[in-house]
């Protein structure tokens, strides 16, 4: 198991992309809190999949832009689980990927820039700053950001998430270059069009039919795909990769 006994904390994870997380987590041996904002049933249905397989998981709710919401979940995490040794920021503003409805730059005003900044960037701080001083005392931890590969290839320009996501880019770098020395390794994934998910539920075939046909491996990310990247990030195989920004889109983007 590559991450037994570890204790991880996945943010927005109660559907999509982070429920996939939590329960790929789970079963590589960590006990994981499974963050939700408003649905407690979905997050339950997590936990309740990952006990099943006889995982060890429970939900914590908390508005990640809410510092002190965030600081009072992050402690009951520590002294239920004993410690915290992963954090995903996956948790974000709510947005959907649809070309037809999206604002374009002359449409979008600050308000927006603002809301995805607050889920992204904000969210990513509070956990952080909650999680980092558990981390620098036993000298240890993973901190792993879901950015996404619109930061290198904008092919529909959603302005305010793309921007949000750069920034929490810039984030990830900053802190892995502070937080080295305590053994701590800070990376991003980034994520091609993941399908299926409730973000890209609207968008269109025609746009999902382009990104396939410039996608080398030929398909759309899915899930797994994503949370088997965190995991591999999350375990002892990358304690020598800090900084980095791992893009899990079948080679839409190479660098």
Not at 18 to 46: C, D, M, S, T, Y
Not at 137 to 157: A, C, K, T, W, Y
Request: aromatic letters at 8%.
């Amino acid at each position: 198991m590559m991450v037994k006994n570890k204790v991880a904390l996945v943010t927005g994870a109660s559907r999509g992309i982070g429920a996939a997380i939590a329960k790929k987590l789970a079963r590589e041996g960590a006990f994981v809190g499974v963050n939700f904002f408003k649905n407690q049933q979905l997050a339950e249905n997590v936990v309740n999949e990952i006990k099943t397989f006889s995982g060890q998981a429970e939900a914590f709710q908390a508005d990640v832009r809410n510092p002190e919401q965030v600081q009072a979940m992050v402690a009951k995490l520590a002294d239920s689980f004993g410690g915290i040794d992963i954090v995903v920021n996956n948790a974000l503003s709510h947005y959907t990927f649809n070309p037809k409805t999206r604002k374009t730059a002359w449409e979008t005003n600050w308000d927006d820039y603002q809301q995805q900044l607050d889920g992204s960037v904000k969210g990513a701080y509070n956990i952080c700053q909650s999680a980092m001083p558990f981390m620098k005392e036993q000298m240890s931890g993973r901190l792993i950001n879901i950015v996404s590969n619109l930061i290198d290839f904008p092919v529909i320009p959603y302005h305010d998430y793309t921007t949000a996501k750069m920034a929490l880019l810039g984030f990830t770098r900053s802190l892995a270059a502070d937080l080295g020395s305590f053994g701590i390794t800070v990376n991003a994934v980034s994520p091609g069009l993941t399908y299926p998910t409730d973000s890209s539920v609207e968008t269109t075939e025609d746009v999902r039919e382009s990104i396939i046909q410039l996608t080398p491996m030929r398909r759309l990310a899915t899930p797994d795909d994503i949370a088997n990247a965190v995991v591999f990030l999350a375990s002892e195989g990358s304690s020598f990769i800090t900084g980095q920004c791992l893009n899990i889109d079948g080679g839409l983007v190479m660098r």
